[in-house]
C-alpha cells in the first residue's frame, strides 16, 4: 500500500475506534467522548498497541503517517488554542476583581506548590527530567501541570451539567479565565531561552505593536473578514513565537487573546469549537497517545500518575477551601467549584506536549501527567452531579 493508503487506514481506526468505545459502552457520565479520544490515543500508542503488536503498529503508524497527522495536530490545536484565547473574558473578572483574584490565585497557587514538591521529588530519580531541562524548569513544569484548568473542556462540562449559563457558571469561567493567563506565562516563563532572549524580546515587542494595529483593524472590519484576518494572524503569530523559542502554542494563545470575543458571533464560535472537536482534534489526540513511553515499567509510571493525581486533586480542593473560608461560602460551594476548576484534559496535555518538544520531560513523564489529566477530568462529573443536586440554591449565587 501507498501512504495515502495507510494514512487514510490510520483516520479510519482514530474517528471509529474512540467513537464506538465511547457510544456502544456508554461512557458520557464519567468520560465524553474527548476523553475516551485521549484515553484510546494511549492505547494505540507505543506501549500498548505497539508492545501488542509491534508489526501491525509499525504499518499503520510509520514514520510519513506520523509525519502527516502530526501536521493535522499541529493545526488543530492551534485552532483550538486560538478560540480559547479568544473566549477569555477578563472584563468579568475586574469586575469581581478582589473575589476573581482570591479564588483564582488560590485554586491556582496551592495546587502548583504542592506540584512543585512532587517535582522536586522526582528529581531524585532518574529518568524524569528531560535532556534539555534546567532543574526549576522541570519543577515548574510539573507544578503548573498540576494547577491547570482546561477551559475549553470545563466550558463542555459545565455545558452537559446546564449550568454554563447560570451564575455559578459564569463565577467559575471567572477563576478558570485568570488561571489560564497565569499558565501561559508560565509556560512563557519555563521556555525562556538565554540564548535566543534577543529574538524573544523582538518577538514580544513586535507583537505588542502588531496586536495594537489588529485590534484597530478588527474593530473596523466586517465580521466576516475578522475570522480570515484572525486566522491569518494565527499562522503569524504561531510561527513568529516558535522562531523566537517560544513555542507556536505560546503564539497562538496570544492571537487569540488580543482579540474580544464580542468581534464575533458566539453561535459561529460555538461551532467552530464543535467542529475542531468533531473533524480534526481526535487527530491530535491520538498523536498525544502515540508520544507515550512506558519503558520505565508500567508501575513506575502509574505510581507516579497516582501521586500527581492526589497532589493536583488535594491542592485545587484546599485552595478553593481556603478562598471559601475567606469569602465566607456556603458549606459545599468550595468542594463543588474545586472539582469543576479540577478539570485538565486537552489543556494540560497541550502544556505537557510543549514540555515533551523542548526536552524539558521525558516521555514517561508525559505519559504520567497524560494519565493525570485523564483521570482527574473523568472523575469531575461523577463527583459534581449529585452536589449540584444537592445544593440548587448555590447554582443562582452570583459571588
Not at 457520565?29 to 500498548?48: D, R
Not at 486560538?82 to 479564588?103: M, N, P
Amino acid at each position: 500500500m501507498n501512504t495515502t493508503e495507510v494514512f487514510l487506514i490510520a483516520l479510519t481506526i482514530i474517528y471509529s475506534l474512540p467513537y464506538l468505545i465511547w457510544r456502544i459502552g456508554r461512557t458520557d457520565y464519567f468520560a465524553p467522548l474527548v476523553v475516551v479520544q485521549i484515553v484510546t490515543g494511549i492505547l494505540l500508542g507505543p506501549g500498548i498497541l505497539g508492545s501488542a503488536f509491534p508489526d501491525c503498529y509499525a504499518f499503520v503508524f510509520n514514520k510519513q503517517v506520523i509525519q502527516a497527522l502530526n501536521g493535522i495536530a499541529w493545526w488543530s490545536v492551534m485552532l483550538f488554542v486560538w478560540v480559547a484565547g479568544i473566549e477569555l473574558d477578563l472584563r468579568q473578572a475586574w469586575q469581581h476583581r478582589l473575589e476573581s483574584t482570591i479564588t483564582a490565585g488560590l485554586a491556582l497557587g496551592v495546587p502548583l506548590g504542592f506540584g512543585c514538591i512532587a517535582g522536586l521529588g522526582m528529581l531524585m530519580f532518574e529518568g524524569w527530567m528531560g535532556a534539555k531541562a534546567m532543574p526549576w524548569q522541570f519543577v515548574l513544569g510539573i507544578g503548573m501541570s498540576c494547577a491547570v484548568t482546561a477551559l475549553p473542556i470545563l466550558i463542555l462540562l459545565m455545558e452537559k451539567l446546564e449550568v454554563l449559563r447560570q451564575p455559578i457558571g459564569q463565577r467559575i469561567l471567572r477563576y478558570a479565565s485568570m488561571d489560564d493567563i497565569a499558565i501561559w506565562a508560565v509556560l512563557a516563563l519555563i521556555l525562556l531561552d538565554w540564548e535566543r532572549v534577543g529574538r524573544q524580546g523582538a518577538f514580544l515587542l513586535g507583537f505588542a505593536i502588531s496586536a495594537y494595529g489588529i485590534r484597530k483593524l478588527m474593530a473596523w472590519l466586517p465580521e466576516r473578514d475578522r475570522w480570515y484576518v484572525g486566522i491569518i494572524a494565527l499562522a503569524a503569530t504561531g510561527f513568529a513565537a516558535d522562531w523566537a523559542g517560544l513555542h507556536f502554542m505560546v503564539g497562538a494563545f496570544l492571537a487569540g487573546a488580543i482579540l474580544d470575543g464580542c468581534w464575533f458571533n458566539q453561535t459561529q464560535m460555538d461551532l467552530l469549537r464543535h467542529h475542531l472537536l468533531l473533524t480534526v482534534m481526535p487527530v491530535y489526540f491520538i498523536s498525544a497517545g502515540l508520544k507515550t513511553n512506558w519503558a520505565m515499567g508500567g508501575t513506575a509510571v502509574l505510581v507516579v500518575a497516582g501521586l500527581l493525581l492526589f497532589v493536583s486533586v488535594f491542592g485545587k480542593l484546599l485552595g478553593t477551601h481556603l478562598a471559601g473560608k475567606i469569602l465566607k461560602w456556603k458549606r459545599g460551594e468550595a468542594s463543588l467549584i474545586g472539582w469543576l476548576l479540577q478539570t485538565k484534559a486537552l489543556i494540560m496535555i497541550i502544556f505537557a506536549n510543549v514540555l515533551l518538544d523542548k526536552e524539558i520531560i521525558t516521555s514517561e513523564t508525559f505519559t504520567a501527567l497524560l494519565l493525570m489529566a485523564v483521570l482527574s477530568t473523568m472523575m469531575t462529573v461523577p463527583v459534581v452531579s449529585p452536589k449540584l443536586a444537592r445544593m440548587k440554591s448555590i447554582i443562582f449565587r452570583s459571588k
